[in-house]
């Protein structure tokens, strides 16, 4: 008996691991050697104790709560980070973007310009959403921000970070045209 | 829209000529005028990766995703634009103009497009062409040329009336343009 339960917990991990795509992995993992590359990783368990805190969150802090509790739905966080390095060149950049179209990634915004590249992407199965890929590129900074989970759109829409997001939006914009 | 009738006849060998099967397979394909929304994407996607243009490309699921977050006091006009809008392309550069502008308008189809207004101002053209099912504009396309080259394509379901207020809560170059719509409804 035990060893089934070692086996169903295998194989769960094992279709949580297939939640990432093999073409971020393979972006990632080819890009995080760069110089001044920060790759990280976040497992779901650390989120999930992050989201317990907000049993311990005061009441009048809903933005808070909302974020902690979000994060018992989000599997998994990786992002790579590219400061003051080389530029991703654009035929990677659209490598990526059609090795994800090709793995049911829809693609929400494209803002591409001389030396701006935003890019986001969002994958849904059964009506939730599983995955929220960012790529940000400008001059020389590199952001790639990919969320994996199990989550409707109705859990973000109360978060004020969709205000920030635009904004940070509009002013990329406002840079890059 | 297109129907593409084929009709197949299988005689099967002489032993089952008897029993001639025809085989009648009538296809029917429904397009959305599908020449000619691949002229334009196809022009799109022709320099959607090329470094001296600027792009900008917003999904029918963004607009849907946003006409739910829209905060409480956005202006109610814009808010009724977006939630009806499928889809927006910007495709704008400053180089070789006059060719990418010419370019552009050769590509698109005059019997589905109609032209709506004409600006020329100061060396700067700008067409306004819409595509219409009755009373619905499906399509605002958008050219200039002059100066700078911008297409611009709206798709859903177009209130002319409301989208000139559009120009003013989106920074992007080209949408200027679109409050002469409010000056002809003027």
Known sequence: MKNLYIL?????????????????????????VQDNALAISVPGWVLDLVGFGANFVEDQEDEVKELLRLSNKISKVRMLI???????????????????????????ITVHSEDTDIRLLIKEKRNAIRNITAFIQSEDTMVL???SGNFKFDDLKNLKIWDDAMEELDDAKKLSI | MYTLP???????????????LVLALLLGIVGMS???????EKYFSQYQDDENFTVVYISPKMFSMVSKIAPDDMDQDIKEVIKDLKGLRILTTEYNTEAFYKEAKSKINTKEYEVLMTVRDEGTNVEFLVKDTGDIINELL???GGDEFVMMSFVGNIDLNKIAKLANSIDIDGMEHLENLGDKKN
């Open chain 2, 6 to 20: 084929i009709l197949i006849t299988i005689s099967i060998n002489e032993k089952m000529k008897k029993f001639n």
């Open chain 2, 142 to 144: 958008l050219l200039v």
């Open chain 2, 34 to 40: 599908f020449g000619q929304a691949d002229a334009i």
């Open chain 1, 145 to 147: 921000v990919t969320l």
């Open chain 1, 8 to 32: 169903l917990l295998v194989l769960i991990s094992s279709t949580i691991g297939q939640s990432q795509t093999r073409s971020l992995n393979k972006f990632i993992n080819n890009h995080k």
């Open chain 1, 82 to 108: 590219i400061d003051d390095g080389a530029e991703i060149k654009s035929k990677n950049v659209s490598n990526l973007i059609k090795g994800l179209q090709g793995e049911n990634f829809e693609e929400l």
